[in-house]
């Protein structure tokens, strides 16, 4: 997270670090095309309950997503700071 959007060309202007939990139907619509195959076994082992960074409650980092494989995805996410 940066202060401005014109911080946001170095990282030494961050001033936090998240991440963004994606719903498992965007994953699985993108695991599901050619290439993604190691990747999509290794989603299937894992959920957000079970995930060591997400396992405390992923709400507040849950992305809505749109958009589609060929089109590309959008994801929006509102963080209070």
């Given at each position: 997270m940066y202060p401005t959007l014109a911080a946001s060309t170095s990282v030494s202007n961050?001033?936090?670090t998240s991440?963004?939990?994606l719903p498992k139907a965007?994953?699985?619509l993108v695991y599901a095309q050619?290439?993604?195959g190691g990747s999509a076994?290794?989603?299937?082992?894992?959920?957000l309950a079970s995930d060591g960074v997400f396992s405390d409650g992923a709400s507040?980092?849950?992305a809505t997503v749109t958009g589609?494989?060929?089109s590309g995805f959008?994801?929006?996410l509102t963080v209070a700071v």
């Open positions: 961050k001033i936090a991440q963004i939990a965007a994953n699985d050619s290439g993604y076994s290794n989603a299937s082992q894992i959920t507040l980092e849950l589609s494989v060929s959008v994801a929006a």
